[in-house]
């Protein structure tokens, strides 16, 4: 994970760690902290909605909590709620360990980052309300689409910035995934806010601009940003250099070019080339599984990522292990009797958990685990780390429920809605979802410990002295000894 | 891979491949669709309270539950013939023996033969006095009458006597369909028939390279009119009561096009042909009863003691409790549940525009596209379950 800088330029001199983490203390703990209560909000939400399929007078009465208004706000707040925080928090931190630059512009940041999250709250509100624009996987009123776009462009504007402030003579992987996230979210968000909601295009053609966003945020913009973390943290933690740049680059590129053509339903009432085209690309996704997944293995090869005694190293092999599977079911998209049985049943659904909790989620967590102490100071570690474990097991817990149910059990689904003789379809149909309730729950236990662990942080390492556990224990003992409250 | 302007550059050429090929591509070819279905018939937006019910749909999130998309199936194809050909030797030859021994197709020929007949005399007889010859005009007459008996002598069935006439693609005069076992003056539904008669000779079973050699013979050889008609083999959402396979143009005036996400409920393609079925006018046909019963089903999915995992929708709708005696107000609808009180409900606004949508909601016409399937009987027993 060396990086050069190049001779015959006369680049500007490195920074050193510590000011690095101090210039994006203020800004990537705001984001972290902002990623750590959209977090529970969205597993709350996930919950919730899980529960009303099982008891189904449960809040009947309330127009706002209905089944899909709960499944389009936990989607919300998790994508553009936890996953947006805590990917731009850590694409800044990143890219300005990896420039070996401050973080330029903070002050962008922050004006970006309150933007953001007036923004996902602007959404959250608006599908509470019925405002929604219908798309799965993209469920944000026109509205928060536009206030999400600024704050993204001030904090990508920041940190492109970073990234010009300095020249390598190499970049790292990490930077290109990392790049890749910063530009394609406009491009997707763009895309799916002017076709799909500030202007509609016609509702047949609604459908395939409707899937191609939703997956490019899954797997371009997601993908990109979990895979930059893997990139960086496996080598960094195990001290190895990364296999092979030649696989991470054909990797990466593969996974652009495919990300967003993968999985389409076969029965998508499109035209045909579009759903075989689509059929073609989930084959090809082979190779983006094959380039990743060996490369991360063969780095991390002799190393037990999830028996690691290092928890940032648990939480990437078990991201690493969920994106292998979630990359297999993709692969599997290829195969038109196997995406034809799926296709309406959980699977999908669960293979999407998968992705955000098993893979994502995962990944941001085990980052955060390592960044956000450092941010404070190389003295500072977990107020308790021993808690902090929990939200690797729940969620690892969790990931492995879901994932389980919706590949194993909605295959029974899938089969009942293809056989006119079986009646109970219903029940087919809930009983992966029954199973998976208790995954959402451990994911709702671990963002509760996260957020717990991460106020902790906060509460006792923000502003330096005058942190409220600092002031809590100058005045304990003063209150003790009959001094002043 | 180290130059910065290239990774962008680079980026952005691979965005804009799947953007070409998911967005620009699909969504430029299924933009320019049009309306016309041929024949003047045309796909007809959704206005008014169907227009609302769309967004009360979209609003309260049904499409995490309920999809709008009937899928394709496995089908073989059953060639109707619509007019045959004017060689009888040859159409037997090429229909098969199974079908031509039918009566029919017996028939048909019958009628070709008394009109064939029927023109031969005429001719003789409008000659001018000086060319014609009596001895012709008898031989014509007797033809004739021969023909009549032949085609009067194949079975009563009123049905197979006007199928026959029209697939034989003849036309009498009123005197000359009685003489036949026709009737003179057609009601509407007999005209109906003869207008769509259709003869089939194939069973459904075959797919299309059994019958490319059939299809070729009909066409080049036998002269004759056919329509091939898809017979559903494993097709479960249409043996479930969806008219056909929903394609783009079923979402072609949608303000958002909800194709569903999972079915833990029915698919909802085809749910107009159960709450409004066509008439045989082709006309959605609705009824009070059928309404009122998706309403106490969107108020109480288990008003009727059926299992279901459905979420009530009360709040679109007006509640009260009635007492033993009170009386009930026009437009109320009651629900009666086992030992809970009778309670009154109205609709609101938005429960009256959620039901249009769902009648909106149809695959019983045929497009060009996605032809109407024809389910076999014992396979279309099961209709719509849940």
Same mark, same amino acid.
């Given at each position: 994970?060396?990086?050069?800088?190049?001779?015959?330029?006369?680049?500007a001199p490195e920074a050193k760690p510590e000011a690095i983490n101090a210039s994006c203390r203020l800004p990537v703990l705001f984001l972290f902290f902002s990623a750590a209560i959209w977090?529970?909000?969205?597993?709350?939400?996930?919950?919730?909605?899980?529960?009303?399929?099982?008891?189904?007078?449960?809040?009947?009465?309330?127009?706002?909590?209905?089944?899909?208004?709960?499944?389009?706000?936990?989607?919300?707040?998790?994508?553009f709620g936890f996953a947006g925080n805590a990917g731009l928090g850590l694409t800044l931190w990143m890219l300005s360990r990896l420039r070996g630059m401050e973080l330029a512009r903070p002050g962008f940041v922050m004006a970006g980052a309150i933007m953001w999250n007036v923004g996902v709250t602007a959404?959250?509100?608006?599908?509470?309300?019925?405002?929604?624009?219908?798309?799965?996987?993209?469920?944000?009123?026109?509205?928060a689409g536009r206030v999400l776009f600024i704050g993204h462009a001030l904090i990508a504007f920041s940190a492109i910035l970073t990234f010009f402030s300095r020249?390598?003579?190499?970049?790292?992987?990490?930077s290109?995934?990392l790049i890749?996230s910063l530009v394609?979210f406009p491009?997707?968000v763009?895309?799916?806010?002017?076709?799909?909601?500030?202007?509609?295009?016609?509702?047949?053609?609604?459908?395939?601009?409707?899937?191609?966003?939703?997956?490019?945020?899954?797997?371009?913009?997601?993908?990109?940003i979990?895979?930059?973390?893997?990139?960086?943290?496996?080598?960094?933690?195990?001290?190895?250099?990364?296999?092979?740049?030649?696989?991470?680059?054909?990797?990466?590129?593969?996974?652009?070019?495919?990300?967003?053509?993968?999985?389409?339903?076969?029965?998508?009432?499109?035209?045909?080339?579009?759903?075989?085209?689509?059929?073609?690309?989930?084959?090809?996704? /082979? =190779?983006? *599984?094959? &380039? %990743? #997944?060996?490369?991360?293995?063969?780095? !991390?090869?002799?190393?037990?990522?999830? @028996?690691?005694?290092?928890?940032?190293?648990?939480?990437?092999?078990?991201?690493?292990?969920?994106?292998?599977?979630?990359?297999?079911?993709?692969?599997?998209?290829?195969?038109?009797?196997?995406?034809?049985?799926?296709?309406?049943?959980?699977?999908?659904?669960?293979?999407?958990?998968?992705?955000?909790?098993?893979?994502?989620?995962?990944?941001m967590?085990?980052a955060i685990?390592?960044v956000a102490p450092r941010l404070f100071g190389?003295?500072v570690?977990?107020?308790?780390?021993?808690?902090?474990?929990? /939200? =690797?097991? *729940?969620? &690892? %817990? #969790?990931?492995?429920?879901?994932?389980? !149910?919706?590949?194993?059990?909605?295959? @029974?689904?899938?089969?009942?809605?293809?056989?006119?003789?079986?009646?109970?379809?219903?029940?087919?149909?809930?009983?992966?979802?029954?199973?998976?309730?208790?995954?959402?729950?451990?994911?709702?236990?671990?963002?509760?410990?996260?957020?717990?662990?991460m106020?902790?942080l906060l509460?006792?390492n923000c502003c330096g002295e005058c942190s409220?556990?600092?002031?809590?224990?100058?005045?304990?003992?003063?209150?003790?000894?009959?001094?002043?409250? | 891979?180290?130059?910065s302007?290239?990774?962008f550059?680079?980026?952005?050429?691979?965005?804009?491949?799947?953007?070409?090929?998911?967005?620009?591509?699909?969504?430029?070819?299924?933009?320019?669709?049009?309306?016309?279905?041929?024949?003047?018939?045309?796909?007809?937006?959704?206005?008014?309270?169907?227009?609302?019910?769309?967004?009360?749909?979209?609003?309260?999130?049904?499409?995490?539950?309920?999809?709008?998309?009937?899928?394709?199936?496995?089908?073989?194809?059953?060639?109707?013939?619509?007019?045959?050909?004017?060689?009888?030797?040859?159409?037997?030859?090429?229909?098969?023996?199974?079908?031509?021994?039918?009566?029919?197709?017996?028939?048909?020929?019958?009628?070709?033969?008394?009109?064939?007949?029927?023109?031969?005399?005429?001719?003789?007889?409008?000659?001018?006095?000086?060319?014609?010859?009596?001895?012709?005009?008898?031989?014509?007459?007797?033809?004739?009458?021969?023909?009549?008996?032949?085609?009067?002598?194949?079975?009563?069935?009123?049905?197979?006597?006007?199928?026959?006439?029209?697939?034989?693609?003849?036309?009498?005069?009123?005197?000359?369909?009685?003489?036949?076992?026709?009737?003179?003056?057609?009601?509407?539904?007999?005209?109906?028939?003869?207008?769509?008669?259709?003869?089939?000779?194939?069973?459904?079973?075959?797919?299309?390279?059994?019958?490319?050699?059939?299809?070729?013979?009909?066409?080049?050889?036998?002269?004759?009119?056919?329509?091939?008609?898809?017979?559903?083999?494993?097709?479960?959402?249409?043996?479930?009561?969806?008219?056909?396979?929903?394609?783009?143009?079923?979402?072609?005036?949608?303000?958002?096009?909800?194709?569903?996400?999972?079915?833990?409920?029915?698919?909802?393609?085809?749910?107009?042909?159960?709450?409004?079925?066509?008439?045989?006018?082709?006309?959605?046909?609705?009824?009070?009863?059928?309404?009122?019963?998706?309403?106490?089903?969107?108020?109480?999915?288990?008003?009727?003691?059926?299992?279901?995992?459905?979420?009530?929708?009360?709040?679109?709708?007006?509640?009260?409790?009635?007492?033993?005696?009170?009386?009930?107000?026009?437009?109320?609808?009651?629900?009666?549940?086992?030992?809970?009180?009778?309670?009154?409900?109205?609709?609101?606004?938005?429960?009256?525009?959620?039901?249009?949508?769902?009648?909106?909601?149809?695959?019983?016409?045929?497009?060009?596209?996605?032809?109407?399937?024809?389910?076999?009987?014992?396979?279309?027993?099961?209709?719509?379950?849940?």
């Amino acid at each position: 994970m060396s990086e050069n800088t190049d001779n015959n330029a006369t680049p500007a001199p490195e920074a050193k760690p510590e000011a690095i983490n101090a210039s994006c203390r203020l800004p990537v703990l705001f984001l972290f902290f902002s990623a750590a209560i959209w977090a529970v909000q969205a597993s709350a939400a996930g919950v919730l909605g899980s529960l009303k399929l099982h008891v189904p007078g449960f809040l009947a009465d309330c127009p706002y909590l209905t089944y899909g208004r709960l499944q389009a706000g936990a989607w919300v707040a998790f994508l553009f709620g936890f996953a947006g925080n805590a990917g731009l928090g850590l694409t800044l931190w990143m890219l300005s360990r990896l420039r070996g630059m401050e973080l330029a512009r903070p002050g962008f940041v922050m004006a970006g980052a309150i933007m953001w999250n007036v923004g996902v709250t602007a959404a959250m509100v608006g599908i509470t309300l019925g405002d929604q624009p219908g798309v799965p996987g993209y469920e944000l009123p026109a509205y928060a689409g536009r206030v999400l776009f600024i704050g993204h462009a001030l904090i990508a504007f920041s940190a492109i910035l970073t990234f010009f402030s300095r020249r390598h003579k190499q970049l790292y992987p990490s930077s290109w995934y990392l790049i890749a996230s910063l530009v394609a979210f406009p491009w997707i968000v763009g895309t799916a806010h002017w076709l799909l909601v500030e202007t509609p295009v016609r509702g047949a053609a609604q459908i395939p601009v409707a899937h191609w966003a939703a997956t490019s945020l899954q797997q371009i913009w997601l993908g990109c940003i979990g895979l930059a973390s893997l990139i960086y943290f496996i080598p960094k933690i195990t001290q190895r250099e990364l296999y092979s740049r030649q696989w991470a680059a054909f990797g990466f590129w593969m996974l652009l070019i495919l990300g967003g053509w993968v999985n389409l339903n076969s029965g998508s009432p499109l035209p045909v080339w579009s759903i075989k085209l689509s059929q073609f690309a989930s084959m090809l996704f /082979v =190779f983006v *599984l094959v &380039a %990743v #997944g060996w490369n991360l293995c063969q780095t !991390a090869k002799g190393v037990p990522l999830i @028996g690691s005694e290092d928890l940032t190293l648990k939480f990437m092999g078990v991201s690493l292990a969920s994106w292998l599977v979630v990359a297999l079911y993709t692969v599997g998209n290829s195969m038109a009797d196997w995406n034809g049985l799926l296709q309406f049943t959980y699977a999908g659904t669960a293979m999407r958990q998968l992705f955000a909790w098993g893979f994502f989620a995962m990944a941001m967590f085990g980052a955060i685990y390592y960044v956000a102490p450092r941010l404070f100071g190389s003295e500072v570690d977990w107020a308790c780390s021993g808690t902090y474990k929990w /939200v =690797f097991y *729940l969620t &690892a %817990v #969790g990931a492995a429920v879901v994932g389980l !149910a919706g590949l194993g059990l909605s295959y @029974g689904h899938g089969e009942a809605l293809t056989n006119v003789e079986t009646l109970e379809v219903t029940k087919k149909a809930l009983m992966p979802m029954r199973i998976a309730f208790m995954g959402e729950l451990a994911f709702l236990g671990a963002s509760l410990i996260f957020f717990c662990s991460m106020a902790c942080l906060l509460f006792r390492n923000c502003c330096g002295e005058c942190s409220p556990m600092s002031l809590i224990r100058q005045c304990c003992p003063a209150k003790a000894e009959g001094g002043a409250e | 891979m180290n130059k910065s302007p290239w990774i962008f550059l680079g980026v952005l050429f691979a965005l804009s491949l799947s953007w070409w090929g998911m967005v620009y591509g699909p969504a430029s070819q299924v933009n320019n669709l049009s309306a016309g279905l041929g024949g003047g018939d045309a796909l007809k937006p959704r206005v008014g309270l169907a227009k609302q019910g769309e967004q009360v749909y979209r609003e309260n999130g049904c499409y995490y539950c309920h999809t709008r998309t009937a899928v394709g199936g496995t089908f073989g194809y059953e060639i109707q013939i619509t007019q045959l050909g004017d060689n009888q030797q040859i159409n037997e030859e090429v229909v098969g023996e199974d079908y031509s021994t039918q009566p029919a197709f017996k028939k048909a020929y019958a009628y070709r033969a008394v009109a064939k007949a029927a023109d031969a005399l005429k001719a003789e007889q409008d000659k001018k006095p000086e060319e014609r010859n009596e001895a012709k005009i008898g031989d014509a007459n007797a033809t004739l009458t021969s023909a009549k008996t032949k085609a009067g002598a194949h079975g009563d069935d009123m049905k197979v006597n006007l199928i026959a006439y029209g697939i034989s693609g003849v036309n009498f005069e009123p005197d000359m369909r009685a003489q036949l076992g026709l009737p003179a003056e057609m009601d509407e539904e007999q005209q109906a028939t003869v207008a769509g008669a259709r003869f089939a000779i194939t069973d459904g079973k075959q797919e299309w390279n059994d019958i490319e050699r059939k299809v070729r013979r009909l066409r080049d050889k036998a002269g004759a009119q056919f329509k091939l008609q898809p017979v559903a083999k494993e097709w479960p959402d249409v043996q479930r009561g969806a008219g056909r396979q929903s394609v783009s143009r079923d979402f072609l005036f949608d303000a958002h096009a909800m194709v569903g996400v999972m079915r833990v409920g029915p698919d909802l393609s085809s749910q107009g042909s159960v709450i409004a079925p066509l008439d045989k006018n082709g006309v959605p046909v609705s009824t009070l009863e059928a309404d009122n019963k998706f309403y106490k089903h969107l108020y109480d999915p288990q008003w009727d003691g059926q299992s279901s995992h459905m979420p009530p929708f009360r709040y679109l709708f007006r509640e009260r409790t009635l007492d033993e005696d009170a009386l009930v107000s026009s437009g109320e609808i009651i629900i009666e549940k086992g030992d809970a009180p009778k309670v009154a409900i109205i609709p609101t606004v938005k429960a009256r525009a959620l039901l249009a949508y769902m009648k909106s909601l149809r695959t019983d016409k045929s497009l060009p596209e996605a032809p109407l399937v024809k389910v076999p009987k014992q396979a279309s027993a099961k209709q719509l379950g849940e």
